[in-house]
């Protein structure tokens, strides 16, 4: 009897422990927000498809992040695109380093912008491209972007 409430004892610690660990996995940034209802990266295109704007929940894999600052960062969402994501009104930031690859929720409002060879050049400058990288950009393009009130990065280790 002793060893059968003792193993239960283990059983609800080691749950408890495993719980909080999850927890402490998450990171927050900017609004609080949850998980639940977030829509896979690889759908925002089509369902920006006829729109020019949509709010939406989405979960994704941080492809890079500001070198600068973490003022913005860039997602994987299919077919060999990205969708950069900046922060409402500047008003938080995302870490430097160490977020790349791992997986992120955000919530906010996605729109179809025609981005200038300058702005496109700026971003690649932040990235940390070379010069000659910089330097092939010599036309706009239209993409998505994202504007999130609220992030959450999954197994970011702060440092």
């Known amino acids: 009897m002793r060893n059968n409430l003792f193993a239960l004892l283990l ?7 495993t719980q909080l660990f999850a927890q402490d996995n998450l990171s927050y940034y900017g609004d609080k927000i949850t998980e639940e209802g977030a829509i896979a990266a690889s759908e925002i295109s089509q369902l ?25 960062m860039t997602v994987d969402i299919g077919n060999n695109e990205k969708m950069t994501v900046r922060f409402k009104d500047y008003g938080f930031f995302v870490p430097k380093s160490g977020a790349d690859g791992l997986e992120v929720v955000f919530e906010g409002v996605a729109r179809k912008e025609m981005r200038s060879v300058e702005e496109l050049r700026h971003y690649a400058q932040d990235a940390g491209k070379s010069k000659e990288e910089i330097a092939q950009i010599i036309a706009p393009k239209e993409e998505i972007t994202f504007e999130a009130s609220g992030v959450i990065i999954k197994g970011y280790k702060k440092k």
Not at 11 to 17: D, E, G, H
């Open 48 to 72: 920006m498809k006829d729109k020019q704007e949509g709010t939406f929940k989405v979960k994704g894999t941080i492809v890079q992040t500001c070198l600068k600052k973490g003022c913005w």
């Open 11 to 17: 059983i609800c610690l080691t749950a408890f422990s």
